[in-house]
């Protein structure tokens, strides 16, 4: 489970990364250089992998390592590369 710290470190950036996304929409009204905005695009996709990596750090410390311990690990294992695939290379 998440705890305080990861809970907190978490959505401290996620706020951060509405405003991102908000500056993007902005510069997107504003008709601003296409490279500028895609920058910004993935900047904002790179922060959100960022608490991705974050968030999958603490589920392995937490929910996997405790179903290990249980011997109750190839439920979480299988749950836990589904979620890998579908980030794809976002999550190195």
Do not use: P, W
Request: proline share 0%.
């Amino acid at each position: 489970m998440i705890n305080e710290q990861v809970k907190k470190e978490s959505l401290n950036r996620m706020k951060k990364i509405e405003g991102q996304i908000r500056g993007v929409s902005k510069m997107i009204e504003g008709e601003k250089y296409c490279v500028d905005i895609l920058n910004q695009i993935a900047a904002v996709k790179s922060a959100l992998d960022g608490v991705a990596r974050k968030i999958l750090k603490r589920h392995l410390e937490s929910c996997v390592t405790e179903a290990i311990l249980k011997r109750q690990a190839e439920e979480k294992i299988d749950e836990l590369m589904n979620t890998i695939f579908k980030y794809g290379n976002n999550l190195r």
